[in-house]
């Protein structure tokens, strides 16, 4: 018989990647990819591999918050069965509280594991299927003609939605949208994203004024922590809502459905602390009518590749928001979800197939935990 798998190391490494130009949004201007790619190694040879990308304005990491925490999660595991993914998942949530960002790293390395375990692509794994899907591709916050600009070479491009950011004032953002329509006609479908720029009375006004737009839906129009009010907002408004700072777990997903504050979720992994607690927030949302989509951050495409895996398993995600990466100066991921302009398919090789170049990892600072 062969002997149970068992964690013997965990490597950790910074990984920093340049932007190819700054991006801005209403609370915070990034200018790289400041990750951390977590490899847990068994004792059969098997590994598996997960990537943490914080935005600390949101989750309350760093890279620094995270290389720390990486070390004390991976002495939790090591020893450990990785094939228990929600015992581990549950004795990682009780030491650490938060830091969801650096947690979804360990939780998908371990889905990773537990595919080129079974033999099994990710998607399959988690009981779904295989379907190509599209990502919008985001414009940053700019100045109206600056991002129109960008919108027509995102349509040009072959993009098939439009993700815009705003969240400054009432004329300005109304102003953006008018001649992000003006360049890209009426075809395509706009998504906004306020990142809680707007006060309530803010987000009414704009959200009225652009009705008639095409707008799909619009994130986070206020503030994070004020649900009563993302209640009053979707009542008033016609443009369905998308909570995305108010929903980070579970627990968020079930006050939000109930509360009846949002038509619909934008579920990270960075947010959720990986697909386990992704899964309870997506049956959550399919319970009580909610559509969901899933995002990124900044990762590379080994975050997005696990990401691609969950929209693909789960019908309910209708929507994709997976273009982080396309705004890095380098790709130094092998395999994993591959990107025709905005259309993405996931790989059929076990786990979710994405690997890393071991000549960028070579350049990388390493720490193991064994
Ligand atoms: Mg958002």
């Not at 329509?181 to 004024?209: F, H, M, S």
């Amino acid at each position: 018989m062969k002997e149970k798998l068992t964690i013997t190391s965990i490597d950790i490494y910074k990984v920093d990647i340049e932007f190819k130009e700054p991006f801005r949004i209403a609370i915070i201007e990034i200018l790289s990819a400041e990750s951390v790619f977590i490899r847990i190694n068994t004792n059969e040879g098997l590994y598996g591999l997960g990537e943490a990308n914080p935005t600390a304005g949101i989750t309350g990491e760093t890279q620094s918050i995270n290389l720390a925490g990486a070390i004390d999660l991976a002495n939790l595991l090591l020893g450990k069965d990785p094939l228990n993914i929600e015992e581990r998942m549950r004795e990682i949530n009780k030491f650490l509280i938060h830091n969801s960002t650096i947690k979804s790293a360990f939780d998908m390395a371990l889905y990773d594991l537990l595919g080129k375990a079974a033999g099994l692509p990710l998607y399959a794994l988690l009981g779904g299927g295989k379907r190509s899907f599209w990502t919008d591709n985001t414009i940053g916050l700019a100045n109206p003609d600056y991002m129109a600009k960008k919108a027509r070479s995102y349509k040009d491009q072959g993009f098939k939605a439009i993700k815009v950011k705003l969240g400054t004032t009432w004329d300005l953002d109304v102003e953006r949208i008018k001649e992000v329509r003006k360049a890209i006609g009426n075809e395509l479908p706009i998504r906004i994203d306020a990142n809680q720029g707007w006060d309530y009375r803010t987000a009414v006004n704009v959200l009225k004024d652009l009705e008639p737009m095409g707008i799909e839906y619009c994130e986070q129009p206020i503030v994070y922590w004020d649900y009563d009010n993302l209640r009053r907002i979707r009542e008033k408004s016609t443009i369905g809502i998308m909570a995305d700072e108010s929903l980070f777990d579970h627990h968020d997903a079930f006050k939000l459905a109930s509360m009846g504050c949002v038509d619909h979720f934008n579920i990270k992994l960075a947010k959720s602390g990986g697909i386990n607690t992704a899964l309870r927030i997506n049956s959550i949302a399919e319970s009580a009518g909610i559509r969901c989509m899933v995002g990124c951050m900044t990762e590379t495409r080994l975050g997005m590749s696990a990401a691609a895996h969950l929209v693909s398993a789960r019908l309910n995600i209708q929507y994709a928001d997976l273009d982080g990466w396309l705004f890095l100066k380098s790709d130094p991921i092998i395999g994993g979800a591959q990107y025709d302009v905005g259309e993405i398919t996931v790989p059929d090789t076990p786990g979710h197939g994405a690997d890393i170049d071991p000549d960028f990892l070579k350049l990388c600072e390493l720490t193991t935990v064994k």
